[in-house]
């Protein structure tokens, strides 16, 4: 499968912002979709992911009631809605999938085997 994120762009504190993440290829239901997030001088790190199938829902805790994971299996898009951001949420964001993906594993990088590009998003305080 292939993806490609984009929506990313300027903000200002507080603003919001939705990133898709479209993909291409067979079997995207199959797919554990996932956002990381790379902020300058950082490593990168898991910020939210949609399971195959049932569609369940993870997020890492800075973005708990502000950020929300959400799949269309027809259009093969997976988004995020990105509410109240903040100067710290400043990164490129990318999105990443992986096959069957076991639930122990949604915020582990290394067990995603397609990315995308990456999308910046710049928060301005």
């Known amino acids: 499968v292939q993806l490609q994120a984009s929506g990313g762009g300027l903000v200002q504190s507080g603003g919001s912002r939705r990133l898709s993440c479209s993909a291409s290829g067979r079997g995207f239901i199959n797919y554990t979709v996932a956002w990381f997030r790379q902020a300058p001088g950082k490593e990168r790190e898991f910020v939210s992911a949609?399971?195959?199938?049932?569609?369940?829902?993870y997020y890492d805790d800075f973005v708990k009631g502000r950020f929300t994971i959400s799949r269309d299996n027809d259009k093969k898009t997976v988004y995020l809605q990105m509410n109240n951001l903040q100067p710290e949420d400043t990164a490129v964001y990318y999105c990443?999938?992986?096959?069957?993906?076991?639930?122990?594993?949604?915020?582990?990088?290394?067990?995603?085997?397609?990315w995308g590009q990456g999308t910046q998003v710049t928060v301005s305080s």
């Open positions: 949609v399971k195959y199938g049932v569609g369940t829902t």
């Open positions: 990443a999938a992986a096959s069957l993906l076991y639930d122990d594993y949604y915020n582990t990088e290394r067990y995603y085997n397609f």
